[in-house]
């Protein structure tokens, strides 16, 4: 399977405790996405890498949240002192930009549950 | 700030009938996808369209791109239960810019 991968698949933690998640895009592809989704709602953008660099953060991602992509092959999101309201759907997405339609393939998320 | 506005935000139908979902915007995009997701997946790419006025068919599903490149339109044709789920429009505004998502509808056919 040559689609974008993610790991965990679900992930139960307790409030205050730190959580990562790993996501391996499609090989070739140089741009790199993180979502958020909460259910019957669209993605929200967090934050996306093109190769290596962190081009852009949305604002909803606080000081909590720090992702990574040292390689510019997989990303890492860490969530550090969790909180209840960070349960969610986190979807990582790749792309292969050259400077046309930026069309985004997804992983099949990591369900958090913050207890 | 760009938005994308989808219609309706929630449907439910009976297997056999026909619908459309409507995405739009005042914005002009270089591109939009239509993806389909289920409870507990990733959202999945139906279509890319990319020019003003274009049409992609896939199997029931008919999509379409608005002249002037600020809409776009998802027809099924005899939905059916296996075409349950949220569907997500997202447009490219371009000049290295990110996607911009609508909140997607969910469609809900009964058997």
Redesign the interface.
């Known amino acids: 399977d040559t689609g974008?991968s993610?790991d965990p698949r679900h992930k139960i933690t307790k409030r205050g405790q730190n959580v990562t998640f790993r996501c391996d895009p499609i090989s070739e592809h140089n741009r790199l996405?993180w979502y958020r989704q909460t259910l019957?709602?669209?993605?929200?953008?967090l934050t996306?890498f093109q190769n290596e660099a962190q081009l852009?953060k949305s604002r909803l991602l606080s000081d909590r949240f720090s992702a990574e992509r040292p390689k510019g092959s997989f990303s890492t999101l860490e969530i550090q002192r969790t909180e209840q309201g960070d349960s969610a759907?986190y979807?990582c997405?790749s792309s292969l930009?050259e400077g046309?339609?930026?069309?985004?393939?997804?992983?099949?998320?990591t369900?958090l549950t913050v207890l | 700030t760009q938005l994308l506005e989808q219609s309706p935000q929630f449907l439910s139908i009976q297997e056999g009938e026909n619908l459309t979902v409507y995405c739009n915007s005042s914005s002009v995009f270089s591109s939009l996808q239509w993806y389909r997701q289920e409870p507990g997946e990733g959202p999945v790419l139906l279509v890319t369209v990319v020019t003003g006025g274009e049409v992609k068919k896939l199997k029931r599903l008919t999509f379409q791109f608005g002249d002037a490149r600020k809409d776009s339109s998802l027809h099924i044709t005899a939905a059916q239960p296996g075409d349950t789920g949220l569907y997500l429009c997202a447009a490219n505004a371009g000049n290295n810019r990110k996607l911009i998502w609508g909140l997607g509808t969910s469609l809900a056919v009964n058997p």
Not at chain 1, 40 to 45: A, D, K, L, M, S
Not at chain 1, 100 to 109: E, L, N, R, S, V
């Open positions: 974008v993610q996405y019957g709602q669209g993605p929200e953008f996306y852009e759907m979807l997405a930009w046309g339609a930026d069309t985004q393939y997804f992983g099949p998320g369900r």
